[in-house]
């Protein structure tokens, strides 16, 4: 059972550029959400994807945006970077949208200068 | 608005010993709630979850207790092992319209000395 996986480890960016983190969900699970973790604090939810589309989202402004493909991987993009998303992106999946079990990515750190 | 919280930054015990771990919150929609062990450079990892309808759940070493009442939970670990030193996050979920959203406490970083 392949777990999951991101891409990539680190990256470095300067302000007002755009990223894209990739993210592979573990095997059989076909929903995967996205969360910004900030230096001292906890993981925040992003939004999550479902079958291809944004199943929900917390307070992230528009330039924040994913994509799920039929093979349940996920990206998010960021654009317009500000130095505030300077931060650990995880990715988590699980079995469905209503399954509060989520499995953990190792994480994207992104430094935005 | 902090739903979730963990006022406890850090905490030191003696291999051994029980370890407790505490969270409140202030959601009383929250139907589950979990704790979440994270190493450096790693996601973090489940490690127990709780029903908003129960007040105790036992894994091995790990239990965890939930007071509605008082909108508190606790993590016990005994007895704490050195490999138990992680960052240990509380988390709240509940359903936000066909999905289940996780919110995260701050976290308590926990350090078992051997």
């Known amino acids: 059972e392949t777990g999951v996986t991101q891409s990539p480890t680190h990256l470095i960016k300067t302000r007002g550029q755009q990223v894209t983190l990739r993210c592979s969900s573990q095997s059989g699970h076909n929903t995967v959400s996205w969360y910004q973790q900030a230096l001292g604090q906890g993981p925040q939810f992003i939004f999550q994807y479902y079958r291809e589309e944004e199943n929900g989202r917390g307070n992230f402004p528009p330039r924040f945006s994913g994509l799920q493909f039929p093979n349940y991987s996920s990206e998010l993009n960021v654009n317009a970077l500000e130095l505030d998303d300077s931060a650990l992106y995880l990715c988590a999946s699980s079995l469905a949208p209503s399954n509060h079990e989520q499995f953990f990515g190792p994480g994207t750190r992104l430094t935005v200068l | 608005d902090q739903q979730v919280k963990q006022n406890s930054p850090s905490l030191s015990v003696q291999e051994g010993r029980i370890s407790i771990l505490n969270c409140d919150y202030t959601?009383?929609?929250?139907?589950?709630f979990l704790w979440y062990k994270k190493y450096p450079a790693e996601g973090p990892t489940f490690l127990i979850s709780i029903s908003s309808i129960k007040d105790k759940n036992e894994d091995g070493r790990f239990t965890v207790f939930l007071n509605k009442s008082a909108k508190h939970l606790s993590l016990h670990i005994v007895p704490s092992q050195p490999g138990d030193s992680a960052v240990y996050f509380c988390a709240a979920s509940g359903d936000s319209g066909g999905y289940q959203k996780v919110t995260f406490g701050t976290g308590t970083k926990l350090q078992v000395i051997p």
């Open positions: 959601n009383s929609m929250f139907d589950y």
